[in-house]
């Protein structure tokens, strides 16, 4: 196919993934494209299509640098993933210094307790069968559709009250109260390991999602002694 000289037909621009036939208009783009630049076949087109993809590429990421450089001070390009960025930029932002854990079983319970968030992978399409719809048929199974979406996430939580100093075991007597009345903005914060009593016929239902999302007064038994 790279060394056609000439474009395919537009019935051979169809678009499987979004199921859209190209448009008259861009077709005729990208025969102009081909003849103003005097292409010998489609190998060359594409080259032309990399290259300018390439260099798009390159504005942006150029421009993201030098915006970082001098806001943050920091070179993007000595980091792996843009994470470690923003830690880097909030150290500096802040000037805040963070404890280092000196007690090893400190840190084991801090990595004891780390987990993942919600992904998912959505159906192109999907019946739903909604008790609360006009459509509802009540001799077909229930099914409720819920699409999950939620932008930088980590941005979201690094924004929030995070722990930073005066790492110590308490031996603290918590109550139920103790825990609901805590504010998200307390000096104080407590890391807690709880036992969760979890029916066995909700593990395969519930596999795919976080264990536990939050705190209701329902999960909490009054004579668990912390």
Not at 13 to 42: Q, R, W
Not at 56 to 74: A, G, P, S
């Amino acid at each position: 196919m790279c060394k056609d000289s000439c474009l395919p037909p537009i019935s051979k621009f169809y678009n499987k993934l979004n199921e859209e036939a190209i448009s008259v208009e861009d077709y005729n783009h990208a025969c102009k494209v081909f003849n103003e630049f005097h292409f010998n076949n489609l190998g060359e087109y594409c080259d032309l299509y990399v290259k300018t993809d390439v260099l798009l590429l390159t504005d942006v990421f150029e421009n993201f640098r030098k915006i970082c450089m001098q806001t943050y001070k920091l070179d993007p390009c000595w980091y792996f993933t843009t994470p470690a960025l923003s830690w880097d930029a909030m150290l500096l932002h802040t000037k805040v210094a963070i404890e280092r854990f000196t007690d090893y079983d400190m840190l084991l319970f801090i990595e004891k307790g780390v987990r993942g968030g919600v992904s998912q992978c959505c159906n192109r399409y999907a019946i739903a069968n909604n008790r609360y719809m006009s459509n509802f048929n009540k001799d077909d199974e229930i099914k409720y559709l819920m699409y999950l979406d939620a932008n930088n996430l980590y941005g979201y939580a690094m924004s929030k009250y995070l722990p930073l100093k005066d790492f110590v075991w308490s031996d603290n007597d918590l109550t139920e109260q103790d825990i609901l009345n805590l504010s998200d903005e307390s000096d104080v914060g407590y890391i807690l390991e709880v036992d969760l009593e979890y029916p066995s016929d909700l593990h395969d239902k519930h596999s795919d999602f976080p264990l536990a999302l939050k705190i209701s007064p329902h999960l909490i038994v009054k004579s668990l002694d912390f």
